[in-house]
């Protein structure tokens, strides 16, 4: 297979395994700004996402941060950024895992391995946190601190994303109790004789 559609299969091979976290086919509702975050459902292709997120436009681009509670697993949180660009990407880019940092405030450094990718003619390039070294402690800064801080190292330059957590924990909790809402047909004994 050459070296094109290697990269190619690669891509699709990679978009398939992350394809539950992301949201290409899933319409947004339920929306309810916490602060500086924004917690809402997305449905469509099941699962739904119980997702929170937050934005900030730095280097000229609009980019999202963005937490997801996956139907039927509300416990594990999917981490990801959005970077909406100006123009189009010219041709599918799929990265091996990259490393950079996170940090909450003055708590420890935390090292994250990440992979980045979009599709050809997409305005968005996705970054999909693969890892959070010391996640259960990040959870616990992240409720507790004032700014989220990201570095991420290209071969071209180092980039740096600062997002405020106000309203962080609010979304993320109601995010976490519509994920664990029963559904109503556990209404069904209200109506039984």
Partial sequence: MSSAGWQRAALAAWLIA???????????????EHGEWISSVLIGEPPARFRVSA??????????????????DCVQRFVSLDVYLRNPIEQDLVTAEMEGALRIDRYPLHRIFYRVGAMAGDFVIHI????????????????????????????????YLRFPLQGFTEALQRAGRLCNELPAD????????
Avoid: C, N, S
Wanted: no cysteine.
């Fill in 18 to 32: 992350v394809a539950p976290i992301g949201a290409a086919d899933h319409i947004g509702m339920m929306d309810r």
């Fill in 55 to 72: 934005e900030r436009v730095e280097y000229g681009v609009y980019t999202e941060v963005v937490v997801d509670l996956v139907e039927g």
């Fill in 128 to 159: 999909f946190l693969m890892e959070i070294e010391g996640e259960p402690a990040f959870w616990k800064e992240m409720a507790a601190g004032q700014a989220l801080r990201f570095r991420l190292p290209t071969e071209r330059k180092d980039y």
């Fill in 186 to 193: 556990a209404d069904r004994a209200y109506f039984q004789k």
